[in-house]
């Protein structure tokens, strides 16, 4: 996703998934294949490091898993826990978010 009407349609009309670390809105689009946006805030990472990683951890996850995606579009925010998350604890939520996806979407 590009454009931010894209981000503002999933977010608005989209199917929520939470957890301590993620926030997920996943739309259905007219693709063939799941597409992923990235919103992680400034004013709750600070320092580009912190949110590059977060982005680094969750773009990796979505590569190896979206196979197994049906074609939707996903935003994915990251809560202020995240922050202090070890990368092992952010992928098996991420991995979470991905399977719950594929169940229910």
Known sequence: MHQPAEFRDVKRHGKKFVDAFFSLSVLANHETVPRLGLS??????GTA?????????TRESFRLNQHSLPPVDV??????A????KPGDLRT???KHWKS???KC
């Open 40 to 45: 992680i805030a400034t004013r709750t990472f």
């Open 101 to 103: 996806i594929t169940q």
């Open 49 to 57: 490091v912190a949110r590059n990683r977060i982005k680094r951890i």
């Open 82 to 85: 995240a922050r202090q998350a």
């Open 93 to 95: 939520s991420l991995d």
């Open 75 to 80: 935003t994915v925010s990251a809560r202020d």
